[in-house]
């Protein structure tokens, strides 16, 4: 079971991801959070294989909330969630240790392709 902490500032985006994820089969939600600062507490007690860090939110963006999350548990793999492609932030949040990034809309098995990529060592791009 692929174990995943979902942080993004927007709830129904969090919910959406977590039916999706729940229907996969080999996919667990173990912990959200709504910006970066959250997500350090949240992967600290879930420890999981991968964190879907959305790039844009309030507070702790995603750049930082990489750098904070993989300071504290180096062994879960980062995955930028973004609505658009915003080059020089996804470079930041690569730069800052995320192993790929994945496109909101991007199409259900896109999504979670990259999220089994990533729980297997890949880069999703």
Known sequence: MIRVVLVDDHEVVRRGLGQLFASAGDIEVVGVAANGADAVAVTVATDPDVVLMDLSMPEVDG??????VLAEVPGSAVVILT???????IVDAIDAGAVGYLLKDADPDELLRGVRAAAAGDSPF
């Open 63 to 68: 750049v930082e909330g990489t750098k904070r």
């Open 83 to 89: 609505s658009f492609s915003e080059h020089k932030r």
